[in-house]
Antibody
Framework: QVQLVQSGAEVKEPGASVKVSCKAS????????ISWVRQAPEQGLEWMGW????????NYPQKLQGRVTMTTDTSTSTAYMELRSLTSDDTAVYYC???????????????WGQGTMVTVSS | DIQMTQSPSSLSASVGDRVTITCRAS??????LNWYQQKPGKAPKFLIY???NLQSGVPSRFSGSGSGTDFTLTISSLQPEDFATYYC?????????FGQGTKVEIK
C-alpha cells in the first residue's frame, strides 16, 4: 500500500541541526512531490516547504529560508528535511506528506508519514 | 501570506448531531481549499479537496462547500469516530497555510 515511513525521534541541543527522513513506498516516487509540515505541542499545523521528487525543485516559506533544506534520493525513494540552528521553538512533530509533483494550485497532502518528534533542549 | 480562520475553535456535540465548521480566507482562494481530520497522537488524514470533493474512502456523511473566501465542512450525522480536530488548508498560493483547527468533542 501507499505509505510514507519516517525516521525516529530526535533530541538536539540548541544551535544543532536535525535531518529527518521519509521513505516512500507503493507508488512511483518521482511522479509526486513531498511537503513537510510541523506541529508544535498542542498547536496547529505549519507548512515548512515542498520538494519535487521529479527534479528537486523546492519552495520554502520566507520564515524558514536559509535554515531549512529539503532533498530527495530517488534511488531509495526517500525524502529528507534538514533544519539548522535549532531553538526550543523548533520542538515539534515533523510530518512528511505526499504532494503534487509540480507546485501549482489545487494540490493537497493526501498521504502522511507517521511523524517524527524533534525535541530541542539543553 | 493568506490567513485562514476557522470557527468555532471547539464545539461539543452528540452522536447523530449535524455539525458545521466554517473556514474563512483573508483573500479569495477560488475553490483551492482542503480539509483534514486529526486524532490525538496521529497524523492528519485527508478528507476533502477543492472545497467539495470527497477523498476516496471518506464516508459520505462528510461534505464540503464554498468558494472565494468562505467555506464549510459539514458532518451530517456525527459518529463516535468523528471526534477529532479538523483543519482547513489553502492550496491557492505559497506559503500553504492552515486554519488553527476546530476540536469536535463529545457532549
Amino acid at each position: 500500500q501507499v505509505q510514507l515511513v519516517q525516521s525516529g525521534a530526535e533530541v538536539k541541543e540548541p544551535g544543532a541541526s536535525v535531518k529527518v527522513s521519509c521513505k516512500a513506498s507503493g507508488y512511483t516516487f518521482t511522479t509526486y512531490g513531498i511537503s513537510w509540515v510541523r506541529q508544535a505541542p498542542e498547536q496547529g499545523l505549519e507548512w515548512m516547504g515542498w520538494i519535487s521528487a521529479y527534479n528537486g525543485d523546492t519552495n520554502y516559506p520566507q520564515k524558514l529560508q536559509g535554515r531549512v533544506t529539503m532533498t530527495t534520493d530517488t534511488s531509495t525513494s526517500t525524502a529528507y528535511m534538514e533544519l539548522r540552528s535549532l531553538t526550543s521553538d523548533d520542538t515539534a512533530v515533523y510530518y512528511c506528506a505526499r504532494d503534487a509533483g509540480e507546485l501549482g494550485a489545487n494540490d493537497a497532502f493526501d498521504i502522511w508519514g507517521q511523524g517524527t518528534m524533534v525535541t530541542v533542549s539543553s | 501570506d493568506i490567513q485562514m480562520t476557522q470557527s468555532p475553535s471547539s464545539l461539543s456535540a452528540s452522536v447523530g448531531d449535524r455539525v458545521t465548521i466554517t473556514c474563512r480566507a483573508s483573500q479569495s482562494i477560488s475553490s483551492y481549499l482542503n480539509w483534514y481530520q486529526q486524532k490525538p497522537g496521529k497524523a492528519p488524514k485527508f478528507l476533502i479537496y477543492a472545497a467539495s470533493n470527497l477523498q476516496s474512502g471518506v464516508p459520505s456523511r462528510f461534505s464540503g462547500s464554498g468558494s472565494g473566501t468562505d467555506f464549510t465542512l459539514t458532518i451530517s450525522s456525527l459518529q463516535p469516530e468523528d471526534f477529532a480536530t479538523y483543519y482547513c488548508q489553502q492550496s491557492y498560493s505559497t506559503p500553504r497555510t492552515f486554519g488553527q483547527g476546530t476540536k469536535v468533542e463529545i457532549k
